[in-house]
């Protein structure tokens, strides 16, 4: 019955990162609980400051109550190193790009139609005409979710040699 609880979405930026930088972590722990011995997961506080450390960081965290249950953020890409770069035959005609990189929902949340909440928020009213994101090629469910939610696989990619390999994924924002 807790699911019927109002969950609130707050929208947060580059500025608000020491504000919420534990409240991502805590969700990282929780979503991630039975992969924390890996290596490339324990990293995960690193990417937190290498993407809020970006001026355009934008960030939104569903709260139950005080407790956060789920989060998404990006940024916009730096041009010329968009993560479509390579996968594509032709450029796309516009090529400003949104680059989600995370969309983490605690287990117990899961299934409650928060992850396109999360999502959607995240990428309303932005102004790029294309986003762009990652999904480990072993999780196929996640990629038919992505593609159900507009996107489509354009190739692979492994960022890190201890990260996993992942579909890049493309999707152009509307409005464009």
């Known amino acids: ?12 930026g580059h500025d608000d990162l020491d504000e919420i930088r534990q409240t991502l972590l805590d969700v990282h722990e929780d979503a991630y609980a039975d992969r ?16 809020g450390g970006n001026p355009g960081f934008s960030c939104v965290i569903a709260w139950q109550g005080p407790n956060p249950v789920g989060f998404s953020y990006g940024a916009p890409a730096t041009a010329g190193r968009e993560w479509w770069q390579g996968h594509l035959d032709t450029p796309p005609q516009q090529v400003s790009t949104f680059s989600v990189s ?11 139609g928060l992850g396109p909440r999360l ?8 102004p790029e005409a294309l986003a762009v994101l990652t999904v480990d090629t072993k999780r196929p469910r996640l990629q038919a979710m ?19 390999v992942y579909a890049v994924m493309l999707n152009g924002l509307t409005g464009h």
């Open 36 to 51: 924390r011995h890996e290596e490339f997961v324990q990293r995960f506080p690193w990417f937190v400051d290498h993407w």
């Open 1 to 12: 019955m807790e699911h019927c609880v109002t969950i609130e979405l707050k929208r947060y």
């Open 119 to 126: 999502h959607d928020a995240l990428l309303e009213g932005r």
């Open 102 to 112: 995370e969309l983490m929902v605690r287990p117990k949340w899961r299934k409650t």
């Open 146 to 164: 992505y593609e159900r939610w507009g996107y489509r696989k354009i190739g692979e990619n492994q960022p890190f040699a201890d990260s996993p």
